[in-house]
């Protein structure tokens, strides 16, 4: 049974950094896209970051783009979210995701739907 599993969340004041990560386990994710999304209060879940499996690839959210940074060990079959300059905004829950397919080319998908399996979530909340 494939588990993902998130860590990392909490409160932080605006401006501060948080690191998440997302253990996967049952399955290897080495040649798969891993991503971040992340669902606030009333609203739809919406992408954050991707990387492809090599490493070499990534996307982000705009509204994340130089604040956040994707990461992985595929050694240890875990992804991370690093979080700088915390906005109030940014606050949520952070899910972890995995795409089931694996690619030649390392792909950074971004909807929702293209992923397989996700976490149970992670609260951040970012005061003013």
């Known amino acids: 049974q494939v588990q993902l599993v998130e860590s990392g969340g909490g409160l932080v004041q605006a401006g501060g950094s948080l690191r998440l990560s997302c253990a996967a386990s049952?399955?290897?994710?080495?040649?798969?896209?891993m991503a971040w999304f992340r669902q606030a209060p009333g609203k739809e879940r919406e992408f954050v970051a991707a990387?492809?499996?090599?490493?070499?690839?990534?996307a982000y959210a705009d509204s994340v783009k130089g604040r956040f940074t994707i990461s992985r060990d595929n050694a240890k079959n875990t992804v991370f979210l690093q979080m700088n300059s915390l906005k109030p905004e940014d606050t949520a829950v952070y899910y972890c995701?995995?795409?089931?397919?694996?690619?030649?080319?390392?792909?950074?998908?971004?909807?929702?739907?293209?992923?397989?399996?996700w976490g149970q979530g992670t609260q951040v909340t970012v005061s003013s």
């Open positions: 049952g399955r290897t994710f080495s040649r798969s896209a």
């Open positions: 990387m492809g499996w090599s490493g070499s690839t990534t």
């Open positions: 995701a995995a795409d089931k397919a694996e690619t030649i080319v390392p792909i950074t998908p971004v909807g929702v739907a293209t992923y397989d399996y």
